[in-house]
């Protein structure tokens, strides 16, 4: 019986605060979608862009490293793992500050 009387009461809570939450939600929508982070792999050899929603928007390779794919095999596989390692990079520190945005609004 507390148990329903306290699950009621955090729902009347949020009711109250709906418009509250539906602001905050459009704030954090807002800027995750002008968030734009970059990660890189290789020492930067090749560099990922992605925005807060997690689309890549922007891929960089060293112009070596360009140069080196089109003859050799060895190479093109370096590359194919410096592209994953760092789109996977980008997306980790966008979803960290997705978080810390999303934490920001919760303690406003």
Not at 62 to 91: C, F, H, Y
């Amino acid at each position: 019986m507390l148990d329903n009387l306290k699950t009621m009461q955090a729902l009347a809570g949020l009711m109250k605060n709906k418009d509250k939450l539906r602001e905050a939600g459009e704030r954090i929508k807002a800027r995750t979608e002008t968030l734009r982070v970059t990660g890189e792999a290789g020492g930067g050899a090749c560099r990922a862009t992605v925005t807060g929603r997690l689309e890549l928007v922007d891929l960089t390779l060293d112009p070596a490293l360009l140069a080196g794919m089109s003859v050799d095999e060895k190479t093109r596989a370096l590359a194919t793992n410096l592209i994953r390692d760092a789109v996977n990079d980008a997306n980790r520190r966008a979803q960290e500050q997705v978080k810390q945005m999303i934490a920001r609004e919760a303690d406003a």
